[in-house]
């Protein structure tokens, strides 16, 4: 069993940044692909990136590409999420996922994943 935990979210105007923490549980951690997800009010929650066990692997959605950046530190068992110039468009509640045996084809969807965190919202106001 694998626990996330979200953290970093907040206010912040449009074109500020933030950084999203992920913490997970477990002696596992280095060998699962790690993602982050997001769900605005009233719409299905959309994938935003991945990154692979050893973080040679990264994937993006294209509306984030160039301003959000995906990393890992795998001794302290943490997913970052770096958001540079956000936008309102950008608002939603974040979520961490995990994926012990992942698989590219579903990769950016929540079918991908075994275990989800709580959740971190991050409002940008225009």
């Known amino acids: 069993q694998v626990q996330l935990v979200e953290s970093g979210g907040g206010l912040v105007q449009a074109g500020g940044s933030l950084r999203l923490s992920c913490t997970a549980s477990g002696r596992t951690f280095s060998n699962y692909l790690m993602a982050w997800f997001r769900q605005a009010p009233g719409k299905e929650r959309e994938f935003v990136a991945a990154i692979s066990s050893s973080g040679a692997l990264i994937f993006y959605t294209d509306s984030v590409k160039g301003r959000f950046t995906i990393s890992r530190d795998n001794a302290k068992n943490v997913v970052y999420l770096q958001m540079n110039s956000l936008k309102p468009e950008d608002t939603a509640v974040y979520y961490c996922?995990?994926?012990?045996?992942?698989?590219?084809?579903?990769?950016?969807?929540?079918?991908?994943?075994?275990?989800w965190g709580q959740g971190t919202q991050v409002t940008v106001s225009s």
């Open positions: 996922a995990a994926a012990p045996r992942p698989d590219v084809g579903v990769l950016r969807t929540t079918r991908g994943y075994d275990y």
